[in-house]
Structures are given as structure tokens and as C-alpha cells.
T-cell receptor, first 117, second 113 residues
Framework: AQKVTQAQTEISVVEKEDVTLDCVYE???????LFWYKQPPSGELVFLIR??????QNEISGRYSWNFQKSTSSFNFTITASQVVDSAVYFC??????????????FGKGTHLIIQP | EAQVTQNPRYLITVTGKKLTVTCSQN?????MSWYRQDPGLGLRQIYY???????DKGDVPEGYKVSRKEKRNFPLILESPSPNQTSLYFC????????????FGPGTRLTVT
């Protein structure tokens, strides 16, 4: 069965520090998709990135970067020079290629990121 | 504007009083689903629909019903709500069940007393 683990329940850093959010996944499929979503205090879920299992290239988008490593089943998310507006709960999620069991995204429990001014 | 809408956004009700949370998307997406979010548990899928008249259970379907009579709408029905269904509910849609991002509605905060 698929599983996503976000071991960091809460992280608090001071503004301008770099911070990495960890995500470890489990799946038996060779084809799968990994996602990160942001949930700001207002409550909506904001899509950040999608990565398929065949593309291990790291990605950078502004201050955000993602490190996908199949060897360690990890898909970590780094925010460089954090800002107060980055404060949110961040969810890592997995979708399997075969669709066995519940047919949708399996979410981690989320990491609450607090950026202090 | 591409969006998923949910109504109501907030609802307080009493045990046993049937309620429906509506969900509508304007992107012609085939795949729609419902999730509930609870503290410490993340988001868990309740039901999903691959297309019109095609629905199936997710991880936590007990106490819920859904229907998909039109492509754009996917209402969530609680026939006899109980306090353990107090939660934040999200509707989502996507082009396909696996490969594309899911667009989420704004959420419905339900309290059952």
C-alpha cells in the first residue's frame, strides 16, 4: 500500500533562513506521481509541483526547490531565504500508477512551517 | 476562471439531520473526489468519481454518499451526520485520476453537534 511520511510535524525558523521539508514515500509501483501542496492560514490548498517517477531531475522555482531521490524514496522541498508569507502547512502527496486501493492522492500528515520575522 | 466551488463554506448542524455539500467545477474534468482533513491525520479520500455515473469508495467512505449525474457536479451527502464527521471537507477535480494536479475547492468546514 502507498504511504507518505512527513516526519516533521512543525518547523519554526527565523525569516531569511533556508528550510527543508522532508517527504518519504512508499509504493510498489514503478509509475507514480509526487506532489507538494501548500495550505496557508486561509485554508485553501495550493498546488506547488508535480513530479513523475521517471523524472529525477531536481527542480527550482524561484526560492523553492525540490530534490527527488528514488534511491531513498524521498521528495524533499527546500525554501531558500524564507519569508513570513511562506508560513503554512505543507503537504506531500503520492499517486500510484496502478491505482490500487483508494484511487486518489495519498497525503502525508503535513508539516506546519512557521517563519518568524 | 478555472475553479472548483463548494457550498456551503461553513455549516453547523445537529446529529441526524441530512445535509448535502455541493461541489462544481468548470474545467470539464472527468475525475472528481472528496477529501476530509482532520488535525494530525492530513487529508483522506472519502469518495471519487472517474466520470458521470461512475463512483467508488476512498479510504473513509462510511457515513457518506455521493452522486455524479452531471460531469461538473459531485455532491457529498451525509444522510445522518454524527459528531465524528465534524471536519474540513475538500472537493477536488483533475483531468485524470493520476497524472495531473488536482484542483481543490476552498473547503467546507462542517460542525456536527
Amino acid at each position: 500500500a502507498q504511504k507518505v511520511t512527513q516526519a516533521q510535524t512543525e518547523i519554526s525558523v527565523v525569516e531569511k533562513e533556508d528550510v527543508t521539508l522532508d517527504c518519504v514515500y512508499e509504493t510498489r509501483d514503478t509509475t507514480y506521481y509526487l506532489f507538494w501542496y501548500k495550505q496557508p492560514p486561509s485554508g485553501e490548498l495550493v498546488f506547488l509541483i508535480r513530479r513523475n517517477s521517471f523524472d529525477e531531475q531536481n527542480e527550482i522555482s524561484g526560492r523553492y526547490s525540490w530534490n527527488f531521490q528514488k534511491s531513498t524514496s524521498s521528495f524533499n522541498f527546500t525554501i531558500t531565504a524564507s519569508q513570513v508569507v511562506d508560513s503554512a502547512v505543507y503537504f506531500c502527496a503520492l499517486s500510484e500508477g496502478s491505482g490500487g486501493g483508494a484511487d486518489g492522492l495519498t497525503f502525508g500528515k503535513g508539516t506546519h512551517l512557521i517563519i518568524q520575522p | 476562471e478555472a475553479q472548483v466551488t463548494q457550498n456551503p463554506r461553513y455549516l453547523i448542524t445537529v446529529t441526524g439531520k441530512k445535509l448535502t455539500v455541493t461541489c462544481s467545477q468548470n474545467m470539464n474534468h472527468e475525475y472528481m473526489s472528496w477529501y476530509r482533513q482532520d488535525p494530525g491525520l492530513g487529508l483522506r479520500q472519502i469518495y471519487y468519481s472517474m466520470n458521470v455515473e461512475v463512483t467508488d469508495k476512498g479510504d473513509v467512505p462510511e457515513g457518506y454518499k455521493v452522486s455524479r449525474k452531471e460531469k461538473r457536479n459531485f455532491p457529498l451527502i451525509l444522510e445522518s451526520p454524527s459528531p465524528n464527521q465534524t471536519s474540513l471537507y475538500f472537493c477536488a477535480s483533475s483531468l485524470s485520476r493520476l497524472t495531473y494536479e488536482q484542483y481543490f475547492g476552498p473547503g467546507t468546514r462542517l460542525t456536527v453537534t
